[in-house]
T-cell receptor, first 114, second 118 residues
């Protein structure tokens, strides 16, 4: 069975700082990769996704992520965070040919100080 | 357009009682998923429905949990004889099948039902 690890459980940054959230998965086959965000009091929303093609994908609100197949990683980045980025971020994997469900990482709570 | 809706938004019940949680997926989405979000376990898959195929129940934690999807649209998750460890936010998601690839695209999540078992 696949698993997803997010290394940082809590991250605190000041506005304008750069962000990188780690995500590693364990599954030997083909995967679709996602980052979801949950703002305070809101439901899960898709930030970005990787299905195939260019391993560097760009999402909403200036976020991007890079799929490195050899490292089984899909790290999320943003060059300059804003206070409004305060939220919980979830990495998720869909293992192709192993069902359509998502396997989520434990989440990273990001707090951006104004 | 309308997103995934869930009801009720909050449910408080007593240990041992049965509860039903409802999900209305996005119109036209053929796949529907239930997940559970709890403090100790994070986000866990429970069950998913894919068109007219038999549901994948591999994530259900016990036989007290069941779900059905009527008419390929609305789904109900039922928890019988609730226990305190069932307290969590129950999330529903739906997705559309990719007509070219035959795979399913991103999942759109509802607001969840917060279940509290006293």
């Amino acid at each position: 069975a696949q698993s997803v690890s997010q290394h940082n459980h809590h991250v605190i940054l000041s506005e304008a700082a750069s962000l990188e959230l780690g995500c590693n998965y364990s599954y030997g086959g083909t995967v679709n990769l996602f980052w979801y965000v949950q703002y305070p009091g809101q439901h899960l929303q898709l930030l970005l996704k990787y299905f195939s093609g260019d391993p560097l994908v760009k999402g909403i609100k200036g976020f991007e992520a890079e799929f490195i197949k050899s490292k089984f990683s899909f790290n999320l980045r943003k060059p300059s965070v804003q206070w409004s980025d305060t939220a919980e971020y979830f990495c998720a994997v869909n293992a192709i040919n192993a069902g359509n469900m998502l396997t989520f990482g434990g989440g990273t709570r990001l707090m951006v100080k104004p | 357009g309308a997103g995934v809706s869930q009801s009720p938004s909050n449910k408080v019940t007593e240990k041992g009682k049965d509860v039903e949680l409802r999900c209305d997926p996005i119109s036209g989405h053929t796949a529907l998923y239930w997940y559970r979000q709890s403090l100790g376990q994070g986000l866990e898959f429970l069950i998913y429905f894919q068109g007219n195929s038999a549901p994948d129940k591999s994530g259900l934690p016990s036989d007290r949990f069941s779900a059905e999807r009527t008419g390929g649209s609305v789904s109900t998750l039922t928890i019988q004889r609730t226990q305190q460890e069932d307290s969590a936010v129950y999330l529903c998601a739906s997705s559309l099948r990719d007509s070219l690839l035959g795979s399913y695209n991103e999942q759109f999540f509802g607001p969840g039902t917060r279940l509290t078992v006293l």
